[in-house]
């Protein structure tokens, strides 16, 4: 079974910086795409970041590119997104998602989220 466990979340001022971790369990990690969406209250979920070891591929939103990175530790099977510059407006919770393949549509596992709350 798929365990995907967030942790980083938290409370920061606008301009601050947190760094989101996603620990996988329960699988191949060159198999699966790990990605991050978040959903903000009274807004529809949407996608933030993936990364794809075995094509080496990664997407930023373009809203958070240059502020935003995805990076992995291979051996600890974890994902990070460090988030940099962060503003009111990504105030959401953040889902951390696993899956199989090279794209992270959200259609496999998800962990149970993080909040970050950004203030102004």
């Known amino acids: 079974e798929v365990q995907l466990v967030e942790s980083g979340g938290g409370l920061v001022q606008a301009g601050g910086s947190l760094r989101l971790s996603c620990a996988a369990s329960?699988?191949?990690?060159?198999?699966?795409?790990i990605g991050w969406f978040r959903q903000a209250p009274g807004k529809e979920r949407e996608g933030v970041s993936c990364?794809?070891?075995?094509?080496?591929?990664?997407y930023i939103a373009d809203s958070m590119k240059g502020r935003f990175t995805i990076s992995s530790d291979n051996a600890k099977n974890t994902v990070y997104l460090q988030m940099n510059s962060l503003k009111p407006e990504d105030t959401a919770v953040y889902y951390c998602?696993?899956?199989?393949?090279?794209?992270?549509?959200?259609?496999?596992?998800w962990g149970q989220g993080t909040q970050v709350t950004v203030s102004s």
């Open positions: 998602t696993a899956d199989l393949g090279s794209y992270c549509l959200g259609r496999g596992s």
């Open positions: 990364f794809d070891k075995s094509d080496n591929y990664i």
């Open positions: 329960g699988l191949t990690f060159d198999d699966y795409a």
